[in-house]
């Protein structure tokens, strides 16, 4: 089954604008990650959510986690051109014993000045 | 800020030749993880090292892949004889405990023709 799937798949908004992605996954986790990618570069950790915690704040990013549901958010408020990147979360499940992520396809963000 | 590198940032071989790609995790981290991400596909995980031994590894990483942690501050991902579908970015990341955040590298583009 596929762990970690991102939506939307693509997203394009204004400078100013709000970015919301949503991912979900089936198993149960340890933590959740998100990470982005600007292209063809290294994957940047942006929060971790660990599986006992519904909301985390870092900066201009507002990260969700809903484990009756499964899923998890990244909120990017007041967006710029420079959050043009890909996102992907990442999930550590609970029945991985050495910490291994299962990533998504990801969320590729361009937003526009 | 302690980062993670990766040297090279690209290499280009020859199909069959050997290839030696090299990361220097964060310092005071003990688990150490390779990743490969192929052009336009998801991050896939390779191998998770802990106590200078592989603790898990994918399907991916058969007995062309091998790891090894020589002097305590590198960590090298070996390919023996590569082949064209070798070629993908390959991401070393690190975490100084399970349950944290885990911290990628810039990537080795690695081109195999």
């Known amino acids: 089954s596929q762990q970690g799937e991102e939506d939307p798949q693509a997203l394009s908004i204004q400078e100013g604008e709000n970015a919301t992605m949503n991912c979900s996954y089936k198993t149960s986790i340890n933590n959740l990650q998100w990470y982005r990618q600007n292209s063809g570069r290294g994957l940047v950790h942006l929060i971790l959510?660990?599986?006992?915690?519904r909301e985390k704040h870092s900066g201009r990013l507002r990260v969700t986690l809903d484990t009756s549901k499964k899923s998890s958010s990244l909120l990017i408020t007041a967006s710029r051109a420079a959050d043009t990147a890909s996102y992907f979360c990442a999930t550590e499940m609970t029945t991985d014993s050495w910490g291994k992520f299962q990533f998504g396809a990801g969320t590729q963000v361009v937003v526009t000045p | 800020e302690p980062e993670v590198t990766q040297t090279p940032s690209h290499q280009v071989t020859q199909m069959g030749q050997e290839v030696i790609l090299r990361c220097v995790p964060i310092?005071?981290?003990?688990?150490f993880y390779w990743y490969r991400q192929i052009l336009g596909q998801k991050v896939e995980f390779l191998v998770s090292f802990y106590n200078n031994e592989i603790s898990e590894k994918s399907e991916i990483f058969d007995d062309q892949f091998s790891v090894e942690r020589p002097d305590g501050s590198n960590f090298t991902l070996k390919i023996r004889s590569t082949k064209l579908e070798d070629s993908a970015m390959y991401f070393c990341a690190s975490r100084d405990n399970l349950n944290t955040e885990a911290f990628f590298g810039q990537g080795t583009r690695l081109t195999v023709v």
């Open positions: 310092s005071n981290h003990l688990y």
């Open positions: 959510i660990r599986s006992n915690e």
